[in-house]
């Protein structure tokens, strides 16, 4: 839930000593292995679908143990369904994998104490994290024939995501990190929690402690609100609350300790820390925790580095892929700063219902100028020269990507976002660039034989959520647009559609539903839903054709595309509903080609802010080596 983490030390010397440990521990340790990570995360993913299936779900219940209900209800995992369960990979000969079982002994990364994930109360060590370590490391042990322990290492999140990239001290990190395209270099798992956004307001705020009853209402002016440094609560924070007095606190400890003194008078963090801390305090009844009304959540994941490349996964275009994928992030940042309202007004322009937009990229002001120079050759650099962002796209795909009978070029909400995100690289860059549109059918989406890999497409606009599978080969965006799970029913039979008020209520040998091969509904309605006959179609408009001429009683699918096709039909004939959590959508370009020669980062040059357009030129500078000493230099100076 960071996205850099500043560490409390009591004092200068301690800072460079602390700085040191971790230069030479890493310096010390073996490589990061470059095979086998995949294999790694694959194997936990195993384990926590076996775990999924089983009645009662064990992740589940800690997650009721551990957590507020207010994150536990309709939660649903990335990796749905126990997706992946007991397909335990075999190990490669070297790999990441495969040294955990030979040395029995799984390294994984925490923050610590950081309850209510991992800590000890006095007697004995507590935890969702923690106990759900132990629950892996078993099945580990059972698919591998081999006991497997865990061994512990607390750092703080900046400082483990440093050392599972660079070294083999670490093999996983389970640290309450959140499964973000922002975190480049990094896999994760199917998600086990999800936090959301959340304040605590103390009675020392006067009148606010009962006026404040949003978030939103913390902008009060005279009001001393406190967010720690590098979080993404602080970056909601310095653009939501202008208003207010804000504190930046070095560490979430000093930050609960300046509330619990009155130094600050309410904090924003995430849930479901700030309830825990509340329910620990002896004056617990001085305070008042509320979430965010916006639901915007991150999920939890298990993360390690990547494999390094490879002959069987090279890609189409060695360089410039995340040059591409920066300035596209940029100018999504830029869209939602300088253009609240464009995201709901898309949704409203399209008859779709607007899902509660969920954001995994912080948008602060720092992050909307730093735009990245175009190397030469590399596909950011073919945008530009060529004025063409080829967008690969699922077509139709109403309400994101559609014809609409009147205008000729195509409309929808994903085509809106790519039309604005051309018009503000253009200004970023001094260019005009177009959307020339690729259709893609659905089964090459992720094809890694094909469109990406080919060089067809410079990126995927098709709105796909983030998983573990496809952030193997593909890099993804910041969100852009948000889905949520839904069912329709129709009147094929008039007592179910009067009475239905909730997805399990499908779950009835009299009904028939139907829903897309392959998709994440069809595999919630084979595991919850046993009972009722499941119908599985090709595609979203055989889905919808099965639904109104009556084949079946009620269909799978998301909104905001079910919201849609019921805005077309007559009125009365249909009836709609969610089940589990939104979730984000993302774009997505392939990652950087195996073996290829990437020139280093150019030497920084500020672009000005959309509005003064500047021309990029493309630059280069020689790869510097730091010895030891250097770096242990740089730290301390950093420490003190």
């Given at each position: ?15 460079v000593?602390?700085a ?9 340790a073996?490589?990061?292995?470059t095979q ?9 993913n ?14 589940a ?5 551990y ?8 939660y ?19 790999g ?12 994984i990364?925490r923050?610590y ?23 892996v ?18 750092d ?17 990190i ?10 480049l ?15 605590i ?19 009060s ?30 560490s ?12 600050v ?9 700030n ?30 580095r ?18 591409l ?30 899902p509660?937009?969920?954001?995994t990229?912080?948008a ?15 596909s950011l ?6 004025g063409?962002?080829r ?45 020339q ?19 067809n ?10 998983n ?17 799970f839904?069912y ?7 007592s ?8 399990q ?18 595999a ?22 099965v639904?109104?001429n ?11 595309n079910?919201?849609?096709w ?8 249909y ?7 939104t ?15 990437v ?13 003064s ?19 242990v ?6 420490f003190?």
């Open positions: 839930l960071y996205s850099s983490v500043s560490t409390v030390l009591p004092m200068r010397t301690l800072g000593a602390l040191l440990a971790v230069v030479l521990a890493v310096a010390f073996g490589p990061a292995p086998g990570n995949n294999e790694l995360i694959a194997a936990i195993a384990a926590m679908g076996e775990l999924v299936l089983q009645s009662p779900d064990p992740i219940e800690l997650r009721a143990k957590y507020p209900s207010s994150l536990v209800s309709g649903q995992p990335s990796c749905a369904n126990g997706g992946g369960a007991g397909a335990y990979p075999t190990p490669t000969a070297g990441a994998l495969a040294t955990v079982v030979s040395s029995g002994i799984l390294k990364g923050q104490p950081n309850a209510p994930d991992n800590w000890n109360n006095g007697t004995a060590n507590l935890g969702l994290e923690y106990e759900l370590a132990s629950l490391a078993t099945r580990l042990s059972v698919a591998y024939g081999k006991t497997i322990s865990i061994q512990w290492i607390n703080s999140p900046a400082n483990l995501i440093s050392a599972v990239k660079s070294s083999d001290n670490i093999d996983v389970l640290a309450s990190i959140s499964a973000s395209m922002s975190r270099g990094l896999i994760y798992s199917c998600s086990y929690a999800v936090a959301r956004r959340g304040y307001i103390k009675n020392t705020a006067g009148s606010l402690f009962n006026t404040i009853t949003s978030e939103n209402d913390l902008n002016a005279g009001l001393r609100v406190a967010a720690v440094a590098g979080t993404l609560s602080l970056a909601w924070a310095q653009q939501a609350l202008p208003n207010v007095d804000l504190v930046i606190a070095p979430n400890p000093v930050m609960y300790e300046m509330l619990a003194n009155d130094t008078q309410a904090i924003v963090r995430f849930e479901p820390w309830s825990f801390w509340v329910s620990n305090q002896t004056d617990a009844s001085s305070y008042k925790t509320g979430v965010s009304s916006t639901n915007e959540l991150l999920f939890s994941a298990w993360h390690t990547y494999d390094a490349c490879s002959s069987s996964n090279a890609r189409a275009i060695g360089v410039g892929n995340q040059e994928t920066d300035a596209i992030n940029i100018a999504l940042n830029n869209i939602r700063i300088t253009n609240a309202g464009f995201y709901s007004s898309a949704y409203a322009r399209h008859n779709a219902t607007t509660a937009h969920l954001f990229c912080a602060t002001s720092s992050n909307i100028t730093s735009w990245p120079n175009a190397t030469s050759g590399g650099a073919q945008v530009l020269n060529s063409v962002l967008a690969g796209r699922f077509f139709p795909n109403a309400p994101f990507n559609y014809l609409d009978g009147v205008s000729t070029a195509p409309v929808g909400v994903d085509a809106d976002i790519a039309y604005e995100v051309a018009r503000v690289l253009g200004v970023a860059y001094g260019k005009t660039i177009s959307i549109w690729v259709d893609i059918s659905s089964g090459d989406l992720f094809n890694t034989a094909t469109n990406l890999y080919n060089d497409v410079d990126f995927m606009i098709a709105g796909a959520g983030p573990f599978g496809r952030s193997a080969y593909y890099q993804f965006t910041c969100s852009v647009t948000t889905a949520a839904s329709v029913v129709n009147k094929k039979s008039q179910l559609f009067d009475a239905i008020a909730d997805v209520q499908l779950n009835n040998a009299a009904y028939t539903i139907a829903a897309i091969v392959g998709a994440i509904p069809a919630y309605a084979q595991r919850n839903l046993p009972q009722a006959t499941l119908l599985l179609v090709p595609s979203a408009a055989e889905l919808y054709q639904l109104s009556n084949t079946v009683h009620a269909i799978l699918r998301q909104d905001p079910n919201a849609y019921i805005n077309q039909q007559p009125a009365n004939l009836k709609a509903g969610n089940y589990g959590q979730f984000p959508m993302s774009w997505y370009i392939r990652r950087e080609k195996c073996g290829a020669t020139a280093p980062a150019p030497s920084a040059q500020q672009v000005p802010s959309v509005g357009p500047t021309p990029k030129a493309s630059s280069a500078i020689s790869t510097v080596h730091l010895s030891l000493v250097s770096v230099f740089v730290l301390s100076v950093l003190v």
